[in-house]
Nanobody, 125 residues
Framework: QVQLVESGGGLVQAGGSLRLACAAS????????MGWIRQAPGKDSEFVAT????????LYADSVKGRFTISRDNAKNTVYLQMNSLKPEDTAVYYC??????????????????WGQGTQVTVSS
């Protein structure tokens, strides 16, 4: 199975940018559909973005479309989430997750099989 470790979170002002990284070990990230899921305090987990297993198709939540970009570097066995034009409502713990399903990962967080520990993103107004 794969182990996932996120990094890159922090405190940023509204309008700023952050890049999250998800380093995988044990298996290659190309073997999984990869996703980013976030959870804000007091709220349910929310799908953010996914990149397909084995190819580069992507899917985004409407709330982040045009601002966030998910990508994968197979040589580094790492998945990234570039976040631009950040808003206070993007504040959450961001989790990297892996799914064994073919194609794109699910927009339902509970359908992912493996999870990282999360990284906090705080956007101040």
């Amino acid at each position: 199975q794969v182990q996932l470790v996120e990094s890159g979170g922090g405190l940023v002002q509204a309008g700023g940018s952050l890049r999250l990284a998800c380093a995988a070990s044990g298996r290659t990230v190309s073997s999984y559909a990869m996703g980013w899921i976030r959870q804000a305090p007091g709220k349910d987990s929310e799908f953010v973005a996914t990149i397909a297993r084995g190819y580069s198709s992507t899917l985004y939540a409407d709330s982040v479309k045009g601002r966030f970009t998910i990508s994968r570097d197979n040589a580094k066995n790492t998945v990234y989430l570039q976040m631009n034009s950040l808003k206070p409502e993007d504040t959450a713990v961001y989790y990297c997750a892996a799914s064994q399903q073919p194609g794109l990962g699910s927009t339902y967080p509970h359908r992912y099989d493996y999870w990282g520990q999360g990284t906090q993103v705080t956007v101040s107004s």
